[in-house]
T-cell receptor, first 116, second 115 residues
């Protein structure tokens, strides 16, 4: 079955460490997105990519980095520069052409990151 | 920039009753798409229902329906015959061609269902 896989489900980070969250999709979607969700709050966009080898900053990109070397993969690195990384991270994907806009996004099951 | 507002942080409904969640949005576009997503305790985001702005008929998916008022820029979600499994966070979202296929989300409404 097609879908988006995020791993790991839970991740613990020590102060000063970089960690990478994985996001893989087999839906043949062009666009991929990373969102951060804090308790009881909505989704805030970190980074997005509409095509391989290209990505743009979202609303809260500071302290994060991404790459898009393959269509299927969009990993997110939380760097030591991110001062408050404890949150729930959601990856999503969508078809890139306008005729598919009405389909919205497909989401992964998320990664819960905790700083210890 | 487009904004999406959900004015009800929390709502509760008795099992089997009907509840309506509100959503308003701000846009100057005429062609766009609106969505309601459900996020249960598992945190998985699930698409509940979608509406295309050029369609006047309100979308319906089983117990879920919308009241789309384009002039008022309002997009409310009605859940009929509420079930315990409907308890979740609900997010309203907007998407248009000029936004580079980006979804803009509201802040969410937590729905509690009382047995």
């Amino acid at each position: 079955d097609g879908g988006i896989t995020q791993s790991p489900k839970y991740l613990f980070r020590k102060e000063g460490q970089n960690v990478t969250l994985s996001c893989e999709q087999n839906l043949n979607h062009d666009a991929m997105y990373w969102y951060r969700q804090d308790p009881g709050q909505g989704l805030r966009l970190i980074y997005y990519s509409q095509i391989v080898n290209d990505f743009q900053k979202g609303d809260i990109a500071e302290g994060y980095s991404v790459s898009r070397e393959k269509k299927e993969s969009f990993p997110l690195t939380v760097t030591s520069a991110q001062k408050n990384p404890t949150a729930f991270y959601l990856c999503a994907s969508s078809m890139g052409h306008r005729t598919a806009f009405n389909y919205g996004y497909t989401f992964g099951s998320g990664t819960r990151l905790t700083v210890v | 920039a487009q904004t999406v507002t959900q004015s009800q942080p929390e709502m509760s409904v008795q099992e089997a009753e009907t509840v309506t969640l509100s959503c308003t949005y701000d846009t100057s576009e005429s062609d766009y798409y609106l969505f309601w997503y459900k996020q249960p305790p598992s945190r998985q985001m699930i698409l509940v229902i979608r509406q295309e702005a050029y369609k006047q008929q309100n979308a319906t998916e089983n117990r879920f329906s919308v009241n789309f008022q384009k002039a008022a820029k309002s997009f409310s979600l009605k859940i009929s015959d509420s079930q315990l499994g409907d308890a979740a966070m609900y997010f309203c979202a907007y998407r248009d061609n000029n936004a580079g296929n980006m979804l803009t989300f509201g802040g969410g409404t937590r729905l509690m269902v009382k047995p």
